[in-house]
């Protein structure tokens, strides 16, 4: 690419973020509620903090005008587990009105291995985690994964 082919298309995109962050979500109409799922599948510090993340990066752009489910199944539902150091933050997001799902499938799993797991209390137990994520697409909700 030619340097001033390069400068071109690098103001483009500038102008183009600046113009989308200048947007004020929170003054959204109702009908433009938006719905998104974090689906945790898997373990990780880096994966557990980018799911908080994106759920309060979306609370504080959207405020009330955002419904956020997160659903944690496989081996991601350590993540719910009462005894890790998130507590506090899921909590804090429960607070906002995050919606938070654990995968009974997965915990009754874990129980006949020996290798039980205590939820946070707050955390909806559904019968199977990937049925509630694709419910919730169902419902038009839009879909992420750490």
């Known amino acids: 690419m030619m340097p001033t082919k390069k400068l071109l298309t ?4 500038l102008f183009t973020l600046q113009a989308y ?3 004020n979500y929170a003054d959204a109409k109702p009908e433009n509620i938006l719905n998104v799922v974090i689906h945790v599948s898997h373990s990780g510090k880096r994966i557990y903090q980018a799911a908080l993340n994106y759920a309060r990066h979306i609370r504080n752009r959207y ?4 419904n956020i489910a997160i659903v944690a199944n496989g081996s991601g539902i350590g993540f719910l587990n009462s005894k890790n150091t998130y ?3 899921i909590k804090g997001l429960l607070n906002t009105g995050v919606k938070f799902s654990a995968c009974n499938a997965t ?3 874990l129980k006949t291995e020996k290798k039980p797991i205590p939820i946070i209390s707050g955390v909806e137990i559904v019968p199977a985690g990937i049925l509630k994520v ?4 169902q419902q038009g909700y839009l879909y992420l994964h750490p």
């Open 21 to 23: 962050s200048s947007l």
């Open 63 to 66: 405020g009330d005008n955002a």
């Open 10 to 13: 690098s103001l483009l995109l």
């Open 107 to 109: 915990i009754q799993k």
């Open 87 to 89: 507590v506090n933050k």
């Open 134 to 137: 694709l419910e919730l697409q």
